[in-house]
């Protein structure tokens, strides 16, 4: 059963969903907004080795270029489902914000810190007006009972534009889900209790050799 918007207040203030800081003006007909916190991280795709181009293969634009310079390409390494990869983090001051290239990929958080019990599951969505612009918020989707921690978000930008996102504002929606009994296995994996803009950890996948008891 999906909760409404006088469930979700009662739930929050009967302490059985945890939504801090919590906003009650965020709480919709049917779901509660999220907002876009401070914490963000960029994957560094790490050069092996530069090679340079044959003439012939080098486009007519670019030939003759000033100084007799001749392109090059990089070959980067091959991320694996197995290893971490290198990672720029940024932490963003109070008042500003980063520009999200067209195309570009990076890593977010929710300023929120969200714990639910063993009775409640989430789901997470971007919200409609963000993603009429082009910025696709994209989430595992599914917030496991039992879990704690900020929600780290992947966003891409899917228009021809940059988009500055800014702290602060709403930039997801969560729906809550009260199941037909609690679970008896309630979230205990790697991302339990995160702060800030996770990266992936399928490193530590029980596949890899490591069980961390974690669902995804």
Known sequence: ????YQSIAQKIAEGEISIVPYNHLNI???????????????????VTHVEI???DSIPPQFRGVSGGSIP???KVRVRSMDESYPEH???????KGIVLPPKGFVLATTEEYIKASPKYAMYVEGRSSVGRMGLQVQNAGFVDPGFEGQITLELFNASDVPIVLRPGR??????????DEPTQK?????YMGQTGAVSS????????????GASK
């Open 1 to 4: 059963m999906m909760l409404s």
């Open 186 to 190: 309630p979230y205990n994996g790697k």
């Open 170 to 179: 709403r930039i997801c929606q969560v729906t809550i889900i009260e199941l």
């Open 53 to 55: 181009c044959a003439s």
């Open 89 to 95: 983090k940024i932490e963003v001051s109070e008042g």
């Open 201 to 212: 950890r399928i490193e530590k996948d029980r596949e890899v050799g490591e069980d961390t």
């Open 72 to 74: 090059t390409r990089k």
């Open 28 to 46: 919709g007909p049917a779901s509660y907004d999220l907002t876009l916190g401070n914490s963000f991280i960029e994957v560094i795709p790490e």
